[in-house]
């Protein structure tokens, strides 16, 4: 079974400052992981995701994220917060060898303060 | 930039009645999805559509639900005798090929259903 952890439902980082939005998974094969962003009363916008080859995947609007096999990892980062930033971030995963469809996380609300 | 097209964007209806939510994938994807989210709650799985059927699909996918490729650009989702708790944001999803490709999927903005 496929599973997707966000172990933060709120993350708070000054604008300017570097943010992390954390997410672990566990599957049984080997996976490929997606980073979407929801902003109020929209749809789900791709960001990045990791297929194969370079842990470091870089992404829409300065985002970018590290694959880390060994603590199972896909940490979403970026150097410089905006507050534009402010959104609700959801972690999702795909196994090559399972369902053919992605399982998210329970999603982690960014704000970014001024 | 191409993307998922979804109608209504907002829907209120009576509890018993049928609703049919209204989908536009990418024009040359080959696989279709839904997913709904509830309020409050993480996005979740309903079904994936393939070549004129059905994929897959999760438990929460029942005979109240039903998908159609009606015509050539269409997809939609029907949900027969709704719910109070069918009230949720309904996603449309479309990828050029299928997820265990790694493919991308991407997401129109979503149909808000309230039943009442």
């Known amino acids: 079974a496929q599973s997707v952890a966000q172990p933060e439902d709120q993350v708070n980082v000054a604008e300017g400052n570097p943010l992390t939005v954390k997410c672990t998974y566990s599957v049984s094969g080997n996976p490929y992981l997606f980073w979407y962003v929801q902003y109020p009363n929209r749809g789900l916008q791709f960001l990045l995701k990791?297929?194969?080859?370079?842990?470091l995947v870089k992404g829409s609007y300065g985002f970018e994220a590290e694959f880390n096999k060994s603590q199972t990892s896909f940490h979403l980062k970026k150097p410089s917060a905006l507050v534009s930033d402010s959104a609700l971030y959801f972690c999702a995963v795909v196994t090559q060898t399972g369902a053919n469809n992605l399982f998210f996380g329970t999603g982690t609300r960014l704000t970014v303060i001024p | 930039e191409p993307e998922v097209t979804q109608t209504p964007s907002h829907q209120v209806t009576q509890m018993g009645q049928e609703v049919i939510l209204r989908c536009v994938p990418i024009s040359n994807h080959l696989y279709f999805y839904w997913y709904r989210q509830i309020l409050g709650q993480k996005v979740e799985f309903l079904v994936s559509?393939?070549?004129?059927?059905?994929?897959?699909k999760s438990e929460i996918f029942d005979d109240q639900f039903s998908v159609e490729r009606p015509d050539g650009s269409n997809f939609t989702l029907k949900i027969r005798s709704t719910k109070l708790e069918d009230s949720a944001m309904y996603f449309c999803?479309?990828?050029?090929?299928?997820?265990?490709?790694?493919?991308?999927?991407?997401f129109g903005e979503g149909s808000w259903l309230t039943v009442v």
């Open positions: 999803a479309s990828s050029a090929q299928g997820q265990s490709s790694g493919n991308t999927i991407y």
């Open positions: 559509f393939y070549n004129n059927e059905i994929s897959e």
């Open positions: 990791y297929i194969t080859g370079d842990n």
